[in-house]
């Protein structure tokens, strides 16, 4: 395997990875490029839309309220989405839907349902969050998996505009951002005549504005994991996390449960299945043995070839077996997002789905998303200004993502050398995260550079330059590893090559450098890399946000 990695470390630049958004026309697949980026011909169509939505309260751009996902007085409150769904002559009873929740895996989750939904030929609809290159991403339609249209997204807007003012105006103005646009995912879905929606919860589950849904048009409900993300707005605890994100179970639903969860936190969710006579099915299940056997290549595009073994010793009787899948999606946590997803295919096919193994197996051998385990093309890494550059992109933000990020780094190469570029929102585990991509094994991490990126379009949750170096900082320091600490007005003056002058003889320290701009952090990390490594093979690693994903792929595409 190792020698398989030092080739994909030549390789990954000869296939066009960035775009990934797949999806199926017929049996064929083709990887889509149009659609996803934005210019100046869309900005000025969904202008007044644009306009309006940031006119509202946007959670993701301001940060959340203590306790606004809890399902308590400082909950959110779900009769404001019942009062605009309401007007809408309720659009979510129009179509079966399945619904997800969970602190990580969400967004892959969703993927892989609905292209394995694809791949059996039904209309799928799909609406997740955040959104990488426009907010159209957020809202998918038909058998292809399309970004909704400007023309289709806009026609909406206008038509719905006078009864969400209606709402507004019958709330106190108290209608959000996000409920707008769930509420114009869920009318398009049904004008659409979807066959099913794949739905991704905001924040939580018992308060989001998603949690509409009824049990009448849920098909099956899913909770991919449980960890401390948004801890103030969900409660303050784990325990208070599941019991927010188990909300979305309805009576007589079935629900698949991702995992793996701490004992107590798993209780608490089949406690409230068992409240509400909702079968389950467990994805980490002690009988399920799935597992990755290697790591190989395919035109210089790494996979992983997994093995599917579902046999839960309790829970819905769903046994399957699906060998060598070629999962582009890399890592374990993927791994088990797609143990998830297939759990929640055969939950529908148990309720008379038509829903083939053929479909499970194209479903997810065809699924990738941006920012996640993404590389760049060597072309697009030249077009960055970093020369003969592999340039990994993971939107990882919390301590077990950031452990999942290690895990994927050590398996796919293993040994490399490591330069990261981060950039985090305030409301992370700053020194949590920073510890976990620390302990990485088997390679040797040369420099960190600390900047900053965008969150929602806003800088009121940016982290800082200096309050990241500081807790890297604190991180290395926990963790015994020296660092070297690079102070300079201009820290652009690392491109030149006396700088390793003054540090050749500190070669085992990890270079620490905060740089505002991402590109000229991006820059500096190569330049760093290839100047300890003679040229050598190394991996610069993009991450701590998707958002700062979003600004890589906007520079090389502005």
Same mark, same amino acid.
């Given at each position: 395997?190792?020698? +398989?990695?030092?080739?994909?470390? %030549?390789?990954?630049?000869?296939?066009?990875?960035?775009? /990934?958004? %797949?999806?199926?026309?017929?049996?064929?697949? &083709?990887?889509?490029?149009?659609?996803?980026?934005?210019?100046?011909?869309?900005?000025?169509?969904?202008?007044?839309?644009?306009?309006?939505? !940031?006119?509202? %309260?946007?959670?993701?751009?301001?940060?959340?309220?203590?306790?606004?996902?809890?399902?308590?007085? !400082?909950?959110?409150?779900?009769?404001?989405?019942?009062?605009?769904?309401?007007?809408?002559?309720?659009?979510?009873?129009?179509?079966? +839907?399945?619904?997800?929740?969970?602190?990580?895996?969400?967004?892959?989750?969703?993927?892989?349902?609905?292209?394995?939904?694809?791949?059996?030929?039904?209309?799928?609809?799909?609406?997740?969050?955040?959104?990488?290159?426009?907010?159209?991403? &957020?809202?998918?339609?038909?058998?292809?998996?399309?970004?909704?249209?400007?023309?289709?997204?806009?026609?909406?807007?206008?038509?719905?505009?006078?009864?969400?003012?209606?709402?507004?105006?019958?709330?106190?103005?108290?209608?959000?951002?996000?409920?707008?646009?769930? $509420?114009?995912?869920?009318?398009?879905?049904?004008?659409?005549?979807?066959?099913?929606?794949?739905?991704?919860?905001?924040?939580? *589950?018992?308060?989001?504005?998603?949690?509409?849904?009824?049990?009448?048009?849920?098909?099956?409900?899913?909770?991919?994991?449980?960890?401390?993300?948004?801890?103030? $707005?969900?409660?303050?605890?784990?325990?208070?996390?599941?019991?927010?994100?188990?909300?979305?179970?309805?009576?007589?639903?079935?629900?698949?449960?991702?995992?793996?969860?701490?004992?107590?936190?798993?209780?608490?969710?089949?406690?409230?299945?068992?409240?509400?006579?909702?079968?389950?099915?467990?994805?980490?299940?002690?009988?399920?043995?799935?597992?990755?056997? !290697?790591?190989?290549?395919?035109?210089?595009?790494?996979?992983?070839?997994?093995?599917?073994?579902?046999? +839960?010793?309790?829970?819905?009787?769903?046994?399957?077996?699906?060998?060598?899948?070629?999962?582009?999606?890399?890592?374990?946590? #993927?791994?088990?997002?797609?143990?998830?997803?297939?759990?929640?295919?055969?939950?529908?096919? !148990? #309720?008379?789905?038509?829903?083939?193994?053929?479909?499970?197996?194209?479903?997810?051998?065809?699924? /990738?998303?941006?920012?996640?385990?993404?590389?760049?093309?060597?072309?697009?890494?030249?077009?960055?200004?970093?020369?003969?550059?592999?340039?990994?992109?993971?939107?990882?933000?919390?301590?077990?993502?950031?452990?999942?990020?290690?895990?994927?780094?050590?398996?796919?190469?293993?040994?490399?050398?490591?330069?990261?570029?981060?950039?985090?929102?305030?409301?992370?585990?700053?020194?949590?995260?920073?510890?976990?991509?620390?302990?990485?094994?088997?390679?040797?991490?040369?420099?960190?550079?600390?900047?900053?990126?965008?969150?929602?379009?806003?800088?009121?949750?940016?982290?800082?330059?200096?309050?990241?170096?500081?807790?890297?900082?604190? +991180?290395?320091?926990?963790?015994?590893?020296?660092?070297? #600490?690079?102070?300079?007005?201009?820290?652009?003056?690392?491109?030149?090559? #006396?700088?390793?002058?003054?540090?050749?003889?500190?070669?085992?320290?990890?270079?620490?450098?905060?740089?505002?701009? /991402?590109?000229?952090?991006?820059?500096?990390?190569?330049?760093?890399?290839?100047?300890?490594? *003679?040229?050598?093979?190394?991996?610069?690693?993009?991450?701590?946000?998707?958002?700062?994903?979003?600004?890589?792929?906007?520079?090389?595409?502005?």
């Amino acid at each position: 395997m190792a020698m +398989a990695m030092k080739a994909s470390l %030549k390789l990954l630049g000869q296939y066009p990875i960035l775009s /990934c958004s %797949k999806h199926w026309r017929g049996s064929s697949l &083709r990887v889509s490029f149009r659609g996803l980026c934005t210019d100046s011909t869309e900005e000025l169509q969904l202008k007044d839309f644009m306009e309006y939505l !940031d006119s509202l %309260k946007n959670y993701e751009k301001l940060g959340v309220p203590k306790g606004a996902g809890t399902d308590s007085e !400082d909950g959110f409150d779900l009769s404001r989405m019942r009062t605009l769904m309401k007007l809408l002559d309720n659009p979510h009873s129009d179509f079966k +839907a399945i619904h997800i929740a969970g602190t990580k895996g969400k967004g892959s989750t969703a993927a892989f349902i609905s292209n394995i939904l694809r791949a059996q030929g039904y209309s799928v609809g799909s609406y997740t969050s955040p959104h990488i290159h426009t907010i159209r991403e &957020r809202i998918s339609l038909g058998k292809f998996g399309e970004p909704v249209s400007t023309k289709a997204l806009n026609s909406l807007f206008l038509r719905m505009k006078e009864i969400i003012n209606q709402a507004r105006k019958l709330e106190n103005g108290h209608i959000s951002h996000f409920e707008v646009l769930t $509420a114009m995912a869920f009318k398009l879905f049904a004008e659409e005549n979807v066959d099913v929606a794949v739905i991704e919860a905001g924040l939580g *589950g018992a308060r989001d504005a998603t949690n509409v849904i009824c049990s009448t048009g849920l098909a099956v409900s899913v909770i991919t994991t449980i960890g401390e993300e948004h801890l103030a $707005a969900l409660g303050g605890s784990l325990e208070s996390i599941a019991v927010a994100k188990s909300g979305i179970i309805k009576h007589g639903c079935p629900v698949v449960l991702g995992g793996p969860f701490l004992p107590h936190i798993e209780k608490i969710l089949r406690d409230k299945a068992s409240l509400m006579s909702s079968p389950v099915a467990s994805a980490s299940d002690s009988g399920n043995c799935s597992k990755i056997n !290697d790591i190989s290549l395919i035109d210089g595009r790494p996979y992983q070839s997994c093995d599917i073994v579902i046999q +839960a010793d309790r829970d819905l009787s769903l046994p399957f077996e699906l060998l060598d899948v070629k999962l582009y999606m890399l890592g374990s946590h #993927q791994l088990q997002n797609a143990v998830t997803a297939t759990c929640t295919a055969l939950c529908l096919r !148990d #309720q008379g789905w038509n829903i083939s193994d053929e479909s499970i197996r194209a479903g997810l051998e065809n699924t /990738c998303l941006l920012g996640r385990s993404q590389f760049l093309t060597s072309e697009e890494a030249e077009a960055l200004g970093l020369s003969n550059a592999i340039l990994m992109l993971d939107g990882a933000h919390t301590k077990d993502s950031a452990k999942a990020l290690v895990d994927t780094i050590q398996r796919t190469f293993p040994g490399a050398h490591l330069a990261l570029v981060v950039a985090m929102a305030s409301d992370k585990d700053h020194v949590g995260f920073a510890r976990e991509l620390l302990s990485v094994s088997g390679g040797k991490i040369e420099a960190v550079l600390l900047t900053e990126a965008s969150i929602a379009g806003g800088k009121s949750r940016t982290t800082s330059t200096s309050f990241l170096r500081d807790c890297w900082i604190q +991180a290395s320091n926990e963790l015994g590893l020296a660092t070297l #600490q690079v102070e300079m007005e201009e820290p652009r003056e690392l491109l030149k090559d #006396q700088f390793y002058g003054s540090v050749s003889d500190q070669e085992t320290k990890i270079v620490l450098v905060s740089e505002s701009s /991402c590109l000229s952090s991006l820059r500096i990390a190569n330049h760093i890399l290839r100047g300890r490594t *003679g040229n050598g093979s190394g991996v610069v690693v993009v991450t701590g946000s998707l958002h700062i994903v979003s600004s890589v792929l906007a520079t090389l595409h502005g």
